[in-house]
């Protein structure tokens, strides 16, 4: 690509100190500005370097650059822009940068960022974990449930990770103590971290994965008894689907089947009752909606698949009820929503040469950081 330069002779700039110093000499530094049409853009600049009694021999701070860099603020600003909608790779090939120039921009502007960030308002947060790889190095990522926002990532999906969490929101204004709630699956990777780092946070069991467990429950119940009932195959979908989503044959085809005297139509019904769970009014008539439904699973012959998950459900009966006794009914819907967004940023890179990329990306696109550049939209 050609190159158009631009040659200045600067007059003017920041010091590292108010006390007035004699010119020692003049130096020439060049930056990478936006592109001129469709021409790369340097701008050369010639710099008196100066002598101060307390910092010794030094150039003049540009106004357009941050120290250190060889790009302007404006053409930083673009490239991170450019980055949260694109690879790493494709925006660096498509400014003529190397991707490790762009890394590097992009390691200290989201480092300034998070530095400068006050989470000491943050009071409901969501737990869940991503991997950089199918099967490997495993993240949990916190979100603030108020702004919708990531606000901390730690290696690993344990008690550990909660901990370096909790000590990420320490340093930036957050108090463990005061915090409400904090919603999650149920996996018991999480359970302990967040009582130890948390003590007085509600642990709000997620609608979504306690109903994915009933879901589950019912389809395992389905394809154990596939094996004696053959008409039972290939109709996952229409036990699953909500009675909304079905089309005319597929309402025929269901109805049909739930005429058969088998554990998966038993299963079905109460799959069908339990999502008014969520709907009940309070945590006292929730508990009694939940226990009375769980007794009459265990009652109802609808096999030990389904039954098992009954009593597994009671065994968190204070989580899920949690979310009856928050005020906005915390869910991790938001974790799930940034989950999928952080997917697409895999799928977009082709996979991350490390955890601390991934991160990068995340923080950059999914926390809502504020940055330091002149144009770059925060939002």
Not at 56 to 63: E, F, L, N, Q, V
Not at 300 to 319: C, R, T, V
Not at 347 to 355: D, I, L, S, V
Request: aromatic fraction near 8%; include cysteine; charge should be neutral.
């Amino acid at each position: 690509m050609a190159a158009t330069h631009f040659d200045y002779d600067a007059d003017g700039g920041g010091t590292q100190c108010e006390t007035l110093c004699s010119a020692y000499d003049t130096q020439e530094r060049v930056w990478r500005h936006l592109n001129f049409f469709e021409h790369q853009a340097f701008l050369h600049v010639r710099f008196p370097r100066i002598q101060c009694p307390e910092h010794g021999i030094h150039t003049i701070h540009a106004p357009w650059a941050r120290p250190g860099s060889n790009f302007t603020l404006l053409f930083e600003a673009f490239a991170l822009l450019l980055a949260r909608q694109s690879s790493v790779l494709a925006t660096a090939n498509l400014l003529g940068i190397h991707d490790k120039q762009l890394w590097t921009l992009i390691e200290h502007h989201v480092s300034q960022a998070r530095q400068d960030q006050d989470l000491s308002q943050v009071q409901e947060l969501g737990i869940d974990e991503v991997a950089r790889q199918q099967g490997h190095d495993y993240l949990t990522i916190c979100t603030d449930h108020d702004k919708q926002r990531v606000v901390a990532i730690a290696p690993g999906h344990g008690e550990q990770a909660v901990a370096d969490i909790c000590q990420q929101l320490k340093d930036k204004g957050a108090d463990p103590q005061k915090i409400q709630a904090v919603s999650r699956d149920l996996s018991p990777a999480y359970e302990k971290g967040i009582s130890s780092s948390f003590p007085h946070a509600r642990q709000v069991a997620d609608p979504f994965r306690i109903s994915q467990q009933v879901h589950r429950a019912l389809d395992q119940t389905r394809r154990q008894e596939t094996k004696q009932e053959p008409k039972l195959k290939g109709s996952r979908y229409l036990w699953l689907k909500a009675k909304e989503d079905l089309s005319d044959s597929e309402k025929a085809t269901l109805t049909s089947l739930k005429t058969l005297p088998l554990q998966t139509v038993k299963a079905y019904g109460f799959k069908e009752e339990f999502s008014q769970l969520w709907e009940q009014p309070d945590a006292v008539a929730a508990r009694a909606f939940l226990r009375d439904w769980c007794s009459r699973v265990k009652k109802s012959g609808s096999g030990e698949i389904f039954i098992e998950m009954a009593s597994h459900l009671l065994l968190h009966e204070e989580d899920i009820l949690n979310y009856h006794r928050t005020g906005r009914r915390l869910s991790n819907g938001i974790c799930e929503a940034i989950n999928g967004l952080v997917d697409e940023l895999k799928a977009r890179a082709r996979g991350f040469k490390n955890a601390h990329y991934l991160q990068n990306m995340i923080y950059l696109t999914q926390a809502k950081l504020a940055f330091q550049l002149p144009t770059l939209n925060n939002e």
